[in-house]
């Protein structure tokens, strides 16, 4: 494994002449890729139609629960007499797993398929924005005035659930469930609140449409290993 100053050696050597600054980058790759006017054109009609054709649609899902995070990987060492179909010869290796993730997934796929997410019967598979927000227990020793408060979003938690394992715990529960995978999260973001009723409210967008033929290939392939129809997916063809 490379050392920080290697990479950050290598990062000099291929970007150092980039300039920072978006205007001066945009200027510096027009000469870069000798673009003539007609290619410019083309750069802005493509421009536009993604902003006339690009749309999002919006979905609220909220889980009933206490907001969790993911828990640390466990440890297992695997050998012939406790997992024979995975160990090699007479070897051993170790596995690592999550204890909670199969169950987490499990509760999703069971969400939809008794028809409380009836919308998601068929996987999302475009680029999506997700913003999840997690309303732990209100503490039992707030006074009045602090629960209030804390309903309202002015008193805010900085205790565990880590943000990141939030994040984590229910972008793993969507995978196969809801979207193809979470690569497909362009924006995300994460918020703690205090509530009285605890509870998770995601709130996803999902575009209309790939960006590029790149990820078109990409997505036919999984979705065609996963026996999904994919007669209407499209992309940009610039």
């Known amino acids: 494994m490379k050392s920080r100053k290697e990479k950050s050696y290598e990062y000099y050597e291929k970007y150092a002449l980039i300039p920072d600054d978006l205007e001066e980058r945009l200027s510096w790759m027009y000469d870069k890729f000798n ?24 979905f609220k899902i909220v889980l009933h629960e206490e907001p ?54 068929e996987l999302l598979y475009t680029p999506c924005r997700v913003e999840y ?17 804390a309903e309202i979003g002015l008193e805010r938690p900085i205790n565990k659930p880590d943000w990141d394992n939030i994040g984590k715990k229910y972008s793993d529960m969507m995978n196969g469930n809801i979207w193809l995978d979470d690569t497909l999260v362009i924006d995300g973001s994460i918020h703690k609140f205090y509530s009285i009723k605890p509870r998770v409210e995601i709130n996803l967008s999902f575009a209309n449409i790939l960006y590029n033929k790149y990820q078109y290939k990409s997505t036919i392939k999984k979705l065609q290993d996963l026996g999904v129809n994919t007669d209407n997916v499209k992309y940009f063809d610039f």
């Open 35 to 58: 673009i003539n006017d007609r290619k410019a054109q083309m750069i802005l009609n493509a421009k536009q139609a993604i902003m006339n054709e690009l749309q999002y649609t919006d």
């Open 68 to 121: 969790a995070g993911t828990p640390r990987p466990r440890f297992r060492l695997v050998n012939r007499y406790n997992l024979a179909n995975e160990a090699m010869n007479n070897g051993q290796f170790v596995k690592v797993y999550s204890i909670t993730g199969a169950e987490d997934r499990r509760f999703m796929r069971q969400l939809i398929t008794s028809g409380e997410l009836n919308e998601f019967q």
């Open 133 to 149: 927000n997690a309303y732990v227990k209100t503490p039992s020793n707030f006074n009045t005035t602090q629960i209030f408060l």
